[in-house]
């Protein structure tokens, strides 16, 4: 019965032109007689739990339209605060905007119970559509708006988990125990049920396989893999972080035979099919600890502007297409730099030897060659492969010394091109920044460590025009690139970065009104230049940035030229880096094609490989990020709190975002961290909270509001949330 039944009204409501329908409906279209009633009641609860059928207003019912069809591909986010967002693919992205109306779409909010047991990272099916507010027609007459619909988006299907493997602190309990975990990249608390390995004692950190997922009421379960240690031991904490994002530390086998099969040596026959720059003056500009230097400049004066070379490593000369290397490469997507290590996309052999750049050795380079006009602008380029050796391997810190500090590398020619390298920087640096680039450039926070892995301090590196030079030079090749390769037809993988989402410019529009800046539209270009414009020297420049950025799309790889927002660029892509990004070697070998389109260019994958690939790296480039940016803050909260018993704390400038009752919200832009000053901690006598104003006042006139300075130490740090209490180090001015 049941399976006839199942059959009968699968055909009913599968039939042209159905119309959703009611229980009592159904059993009337079906001609079911009142014992055959419970069946269907049973039968749709199973359905619409199993995601065949959705449960419409008025408890009508229809077929969840078939995979393809009507359901989302994209991504599931979960936040640390819990909340849970549904990120479209870039191919739904069209659809979803026409169906919302919307220029522009970052992210769906999922209820937490309309998720279907998805997690961080996962690629899911969902339903997206447009729905009245419940108790809408209460209030209301007529028929709503496009401003009155609200957007429901439900989770139907995982299509592939993230991670295989959480990470968490076991807790005694049960009959094997539990594994709590941060909420985020694992469960809050995941079930053992198998016995635990002997060395585990409570309060230790642990890799768990996943043996089932949390969905509803049903909680996570796992088996215990690995025994990490303390939290606080010698290097466990940087592990932890690997095994929780799943990166890879060793290379496979197959992978380092056929690195150690490569040779130093560069053939006679490949030497001759090239460009030979090694005679002349090719430098090449990085951080002091850099090991690998995938990038070098020449610059020379003509009697109307400039010539630039851009010179760029050729791994694509030794990683080919279908090799082990070349499948490593794309799995691993990009490079992570943790504190203590890095961890590379290529093996040393390659990065650090073959293909790095160093001083005095020839290697192979792909080149961009531009020629620059006075105003600033790129009239000319062409490409080509190369040889070059290095005349000199510059650290920023030493570049710096020339270009602003007038020193001499000993090397008057040397020096003489740096000159012409900074005039040119300067020029194209104007020249993006008045099309309308955004300068969202903040410290950069490197946290010290000794040989045991243990903070010893922090440095914060602010970007000066040693820098500003390399990254002018580096964007306008990798303009020049993106331009050629779009203009030709080529298959390439672009960097994209979409248009801000209205919402959140409104948001900030208002944060910025309350500093008390003129704010115009800024869905216009035009009247975000004059914001920025209006925030340099603001005594609230850091935190207004910051808080512009946060309001930003992430950037991303697509096969489609979508343009970059944030650079102000219609045509950009990734190519000035190959050693530590996938995307790159992609580029260099559809570059390829333009610079010997008769020769034996590499075959380029299919659209839709093309695709899966842009999209594999750019959620592999966000793991990295987030690892990261996880593993610095860890050890900075490390250092901050040993800082909390030091006798003489280093002090921090700290801006005040909010007032409460409890205290003041502060933000540290050189430090790029979050806290609470506890009323208790106030220095200068009995302070009292003014809810009206909102902000806090004392007996000698001073007070504590949103946008003020002052200067603090650490208190208290809670590693585990990642919140630290601070103290004033003095009365605030």
Request: glycine letters at 8%; a neutral charge; charged letters at 30%.
């Amino acid at each position: 019965m049941n399976q006839s039944l199942e059959d009968l009204l699968f055909a009913c409501m599968g039939k042209p032109g159905y119309q959703p329908q009611d229980q009592s409906e159904l059993a009337r279209s079906l001609g079911l007689v009142s014992r055959e009633r419970a069946h269907l009641r049973q039968l749709l609860r199973d359905w619409e739990a199993a995601g065949k059928v959705v449960r419409l207003s008025k408890a009508k019912y229809a077929l969840r339209k078939a995979e393809g069809s009507g359901a989302v591909e994209g991504r599931i986010r979960k936040l640390r605060s819990g909340k849970v967002l549904f990120i479209p693919s870039p191919a739904a992205l069209p659809g979803l905007r026409s169906l919302l109306h919307a220029d522009s779409l970052v992210e769906l909010v999922v209820p937490e119970f309309r998720s279907g047991g998805a997690m961080d990272g996962d690629k899911v099916l969902a339903s997206v559509r447009l729905s009245v507010p419940k108790g809408w027609r209460r209030f209301r007459k007529g028929k709503p708006t496009m401003d009155d619909l609200q957007v429901e988006v439900r989770v139907d299907k995982v299509l592939e988990r993230k991670r295989g493997t959480w990470v968490g602190v076991y807790q005694p309990g049960g009959r094997f125990g539990f594994v709590l975990g941060d909420g985020q990249t694992s469960p809050e608390r995941v079930k053992l049920v198998e016995e635990v390995p002997g060395n585990l004692l409570a309060g230790q950190l642990a890799t768990v396989e996943a043996l089932s997922y949390p969905k509803g009421k049903m909680e996570a379960t796992g088996r215990v893999t690995e025994v990490l240690g303390w939290p606080e031991a010698e290097g466990v904490d940087i592990t932890a972080v690997i095994r929780k994002y799943e990166l890879h530390e060793e290379f496979p086998e197959e992978v380092i035979a056929a690195v150690s099969r490569l040779s130093e040596e560069i053939p006679q026959e490949v030497l001759a099919r090239r460009e030979d720059w090694s005679g002349r003056p090719v430098i090449t500009i990085d951080p002091a600890t850099a090991r690998d230097f995938d990038d070098a400049i020449h610059v020379r004066r003509l009697e109307k502007g400039w010539e630039l070379a851009v010179h760029i490593a050729d791994v694509s000369h030794y990683v080919q297409p279908g090799s082990a290397l070349d499948a490593e490469a794309r799995r691993r997507g990009n490079s992570t730099y943790l504190p203590d290590r890095v961890l590379p996309m290529l093996p040393p052999k390659l990065c650090d030897h073959i293909c790095s750049l160093r001083p005095g050795e020839k290697h192979l380079t792909k080149m961009c060659l531009m020629q620059v006009s006075e105003k600033g602008k790129v009239v000319k380029m062409r490409f080509a492969d190369a040889v070059i050796s290095s005349h000199r391997r510059f650290s920023y810190e030493e570049a710096a010394e020339v270009l602003l500090h007038g020193a001499s590398c000993g090397d008057a020619e040397v020096d003489a091109m740096l000159g012409e390298a900074l005039t040119l920087s300067r020029l194209l640096r104007k020249r993006r920044m008045e099309a309308g680039a955004l300068d969202l450039e903040f410290p950069d926070v490197r946290v010290l460590l000794d040989a045991h892995g243990h903070t010893t301090g922090v440095e914060c590196e602010v970007s000066d025009e040693s820098h500003q030079l390399i990254e002018e030079f580096m964007l306008a090749a990798n303009e020049c690139v993106a331009a050629t390769l779009k203009t030709k037809s080529i298959p390439t993988i672009f960097r994209v970065h979409e248009d801000p989402d209205e919402g959140k410019m409104f948001e900030f529009a208002s944060l910025a009104r309350q500093y008390g800046l003129k704010v115009g539209d800024l869905r216009r270009r035009e009247d975000l230049i004059v914001l920025m414009q209006e925030l340099k020297g603001h005594p609230d420049e850091s935190i207004l940035k910051l808080a512009l950025l946060r309001s930003m799309m992430r950037a991303r790889y697509d096969t489609k030229p979508l343009g970059h927002f944030g650079l102000a660029k219609p045509d950009y892509c990734h190519f000035t880096s190959p050693i530590r990004r996938y995307a790159d070697l992609v580029v260099h070998r559809s570059l390829a094609r333009v610079i010997d389109p008769e020769g034996k260019a590499p075959r380029l994958p299919d659209a839709v490989s093309l695709q899966q690939a842009a999209d594999h790296i750019s959620e592999t480039e966000r793991n990295s990020a987030n690892a990261e940016q996880e593993a610095n803050m860890l050890k900075l909260y490390e250092w901050l709190e040993s800082q909390c018993e030091a006798g003489h704390p280093q002090e921090w400038e700290a801006i005040v975002t909010d007032a409460r009752p409890l205290g003041v919200m502060v933000e540290m832009p050189m430090l790029q961290v979050r806290g609470l000053i506890p009323s208790e901690l106030f220095t200068g006598g009995k302070w009292w909270f003014e809810s009206f104003m909102p902000r806090w006042s004392n007996r000698d006139g001073k007070v504590l509001q949103a946008g003020m300075r002052v200067m603090v130490v650490p208190a208290k740090v809670d590693r585990a949330n990642r919140w630290i209490d601070w103290k004033m180090a003095k009365q605030p001015e």
